[in-house]
Every structure is written in C-alpha cells, then in structure tokens.
Antibody
Framework: EVQLVESGGGLVQPGGSLRLSCAAS????????MSWVRQAPGKGLEWVANIKQDGSEKYYVDSVKGRFTISRDNAKNSLYLQMNSLRAEDTAVYYCARDQKFDYWGQGTLVTVSS | DIVMTQTPLSLSVTPGQPASISCKSSQSLLHSDGKTYLYWYLQKPGQSPQLLIYEVSSRFSGVPDRFSGSGSGTDFTLKISRVEAEDVGVYYC?????????FGGGTKVEIK
C-alpha cells in the first residue's frame, strides 16, 4: 500500500525556517517524481515544487524561489522541503504527492507563520 | 504561467442526476509527446485531494465509472453521470505540461 506521511509542520515566526519531511513507503520511491503542494486555510490548491527521480531537476513556483529548497534521499525513501524566510502568506497545509500526476497524497502537515 | 479557469464555482445536484464541470486553460495542454496533461482531483471534506482522472480521460484506479473526462487543447470537462452523496467536495483541474503546475480555482459540489 502506497503511503506518504508528512511531518515537521508547526508554528514559526515570520522570517523563520522550517524543514518538512515526507516519508514514503509501499512503492519504489526512487522511480517517481515527487512534489509539494500547499493549501492555505479555506483556499484552493497551489503547487509549490517538484523534483525528478534522481534529484537532477527541480522546479518551484515563483513565490518560493530563493526561499524554499526541495530535496530527496532515495536511500531513506524521503522527500524534504527546507523553508527559509517564511512569510505569513506561507501559512498552509503542505502535502507531498507522488508522480507527475499526483496519484497519491499524504495527509498534510500544517505550517503556521505568525508572530 | 498557464491559467486554469473552472466553472461553475459551485454546483448543487440532486442525487442520481448528472453534473458537469468545465475547465479551460490559457494555453494548449497538448505536449509534443502526444499526451495532454490535464488532471482532475476531488477533495472531500476534511480529506486530502485524490486523483480522479489523468491525461484528460483516463480514470485512476478505483474511480467509479460514473466519472468521465473529455476535451482537448484548452477546453476540458469532467462529468458525473449520476451524482451520489459521496461525491460531495471540491473538484480541481490541474495542468501538468509546464511548470509552474497550476490548478483551477475549484468547483464545490453539494447535494440538494
């Protein structure tokens, strides 16, 4: 059974940093693109970043470029999102999703940026 | 960036009746590989989104056949042939041809 479990969310002050993790199981992690997608409270879905199977290609939405870094560790079946210089508008539930078609999603982890 | 426009914003449907959601993209989603990278997701209340349809018209594993997708180029439609109570939630289309990947604003479906 495919499982994606996010962790690392929490309350952080503006300008602070947070590192999200996504633990994958039930499939060959190294064979799939992986993405982060976020959803601000009461709002729609926004793709944040994705990363190729071997980490050689990474793409970001403009609003997080230079602040967020997506990475993966295929030996640990894990996806990461390093978030720096956090802003109030980054407050959202962050989901990891598998493949370029987002066929499986985690349950999400809530990031709240507030003083 | 490719803009995805969904209509209507909301839909109230009698159980057993059909429903249809439109999604228009600002650019063609037809890739040079011959595939069209248009997806549909449903986010049920309190849950993570789930994939319904990929590449315009292919139903994902386990998705009931009352869901169907159609369209080409820039105009796409998701149809539910007979709405059931479990179909309530917000439906999103998404384009996967060019980063940044972009979603439509969502269509909220409720039962009358």
């Amino acid at each position: 059974e495919v499982q994606l479990v996010e962790s690392g969310g929490g309350l952080v002050q503006p300008g602070g940093s947070l590192r999200l993790s996504c633990a994958a199981s039930g499939f060959t992690f190294s064979s799939y693109w992986m993405s982060w997608v976020r959803q601000a409270p009461g709002k729609g879905l926004e793709w944040v970043a994705n990363i190729k199977q071997d980490g050689s290609e990474k793409y970001y939405v403009d609003s997080v470029k230079g602040r967020f870094t997506i990475s993966r560790d295929n030996a640990k079946n894990s996806l990461y999102l390093q978030m720096n210089s956090l802003r109030a508008e980054d407050t959202a539930v962050y989901y990891c999703a598998r493949d370029q078609k987002f066929d499986y999603w985690g349950q999400g982890t809530l990031v709240t940026v507030s003083s | 960036d490719i803009v995805m426009t969904q209509t209507p914003l909301s839909l109230s449907v009698t159980p057993g009746q059909p429903a249809s959601i439109s999604c228009k993209s600002s650019q063609s989603l037809l890739h040079s590989d011959g595939k069209t990278y248009l997806y549909w997701y449903l986010q049920k209340p309190g849950q993570s989104p789930q994939l319904l349809i990929y590449e315009v018209s292919s139903r994902f594993s386990g998705v009931p056949d009352r869901f169907s997708g159609s369209g080409s180029g820039t105009d796409f439609t998701l149809k539910i042939s007979r709405v059931e109570a479990e179909d309530v939630g917000v439906y999103y289309c998404m384009q996967g041809i060019h980063p940044p990947l972009t979603f439509g604003g969502g269509t909220k479906v409720e039962i009358k």
